[in-house]
């Protein structure tokens, strides 16, 4: 990627995968102030090396008539993308409060290990810091990796240890004029622009926050709070 602010090489013989867990990926773009255009984000890692696979993490709501990130997740299926779903699981606390579960990182784990014999470089976007030891077992079988998250929102979304851990870290603040959404008058699937659950920055697997896309608003009837 021979552009200045990235901290990045990509070498033409490589085989590159991107590992993309949706709602870190969400949560840091929408701290910074930005909506990530997946057209774009795909256009840019295919053009150099060879991109083997983008993978996109995400735990649906599978009981409700309409589903916020439905609209994504067909989309991203249908233009390049490898989706890895699972049903999220809901469970009322001792205070009474609706909470729903979703976590997707043994998925993307298994995933990651898995492929590394059949990849050069692993890209994973997400600030998690349980994926550490991960990363430290991949690049033990050869792999680089980077990870592309943010410090520059309050709290930074990327776990020291994770952006140490790693070969290459990317600030996701740099990308914005690369895979930004570019604005428009109306809702664009194909710029990636729709809602999405958001998972909370401390990595707790309990989603609290519906995304909207711009323009709308959808009321939540049952509270769902993070632990």
């Not at 809602?195 to 697997?205: A, G, S």
Request: aromatic share 8%; hydrophobic share 35%.
């Amino acid at each position: 990627l021979n552009k200045g602010c990235l901290k990045m090489t990509i070498y033409p013989q490589e085989r590159v995968a991107l590992f993309i867990d949706g709602s870190n990926l969400y949560a840091a773009a929408k701290a910074l102030g930005f909506d990530i255009d997946y057209k774009r984000l795909l256009e840019m890692f295919s053009k150099d090396g060879h991109l083997v696979r983008a993978l996109y993490y995400t735990a649906l709501i599978e009981d409700q008539e309409y589903s916020p990130i439905r609209p994504l997740v067909d989309w991203l299926d249908y233009n390049g993308y490898t989706m890895v779903t699972k049903p999220t699981k809901e469970f009322t606390d001792a205070a009474g409060r609706r909470k729903i579960k979703g976590n997707m990182d043994i998925e993307l784990a298994i995933d990651l290990m898995e492929m590394a014999e059949h990849l050069d470089h692993a890209v994973i976007f997400s600030g998690d810091g349980d994926f550490r030891r991960l990363v430290e077992a991949v690049q033990r079988k050869g792999l680089r990796v980077t990870v592309v998250s943010t410090v520059r929102s309050q709290p930074p979304m990327v776990a020291d240890e994770l952006r140490r851990q790693a070969d290459n870290f990317i600030e996701l603040d740099d990308l914005r004029a690369t895979i930004g959404r570019k604005s428009s008058g109306h809702d664009n699937v194909g710029d990636g622009q729709h809602p999405h659950i958001q998972d909370d920055q401390d990595d707790q697997d309990d989603f609290d926050e519906f995304g909207d896309a711009p323009g709308s608003s959808r009321d939540v009837d049952e509270e769902m709070e993070i632990a």
